[in-house]
């Protein structure tokens, strides 16, 4: 079954950085838009950014200027690299995988980390 695996999470102090992966496995990962989405507590998830199969991307506003999302097909893996972290950033970040046509995604990840304190 298709499994996505995301890494990379942590404690950072505001205004550091971190870089998130995610790694997918048993799905053809060049065909799907991939998402970085997040969740604080007591909060919705939420958008980070997406990248489409051919490399349109968009981000949220409050990470935009901030945050840049990658792939790698070679790897099958999505990134996420978070500059200028804000103790607001914190939450638990999972990617997503969007089929073609596909509006939500269909596969999720795990989730990993990410605390922004000093």
């Known amino acids: 079954q298709v499994q996505l695996v995301e890494s990379g999470g942590g404690l950072v102090q505001p205004g550091g950085s971190l870089r998130l992966s995610c790694t997918a496995s048993?799905?053809?990962?060049?065909?799907?838009?991939m998402g970085w989405y997040r969740q604080a507590p007591g909060q919705q998830r939420e958008l980070v950014a997406t990248i489409s199969s051919g490399s349109r991307i968009n981000y949220a506003d409050p990470v935009k200027g901030r945050f840049t999302i990658s792939r790698d097909n070679a790897k099958n893996t999505v990134y996420l690299q978070m500059n200028s972290l804000k103790p607001e950033d914190t939450a638990v970040y999972c990617c997503?995988?969007?089929?073609?046509?596909?509006?939500?995604?269909?596969?999720w990840g795990q989730g990993t980390q990410v605390t922004v304190s000093s």
């Open positions: 997503g995988a969007v089929a073609p046509g596909g509006v939500r995604p269909l596969y």
């Open positions: 048993r799905m053809m990962f060049s065909i799907y838009a």
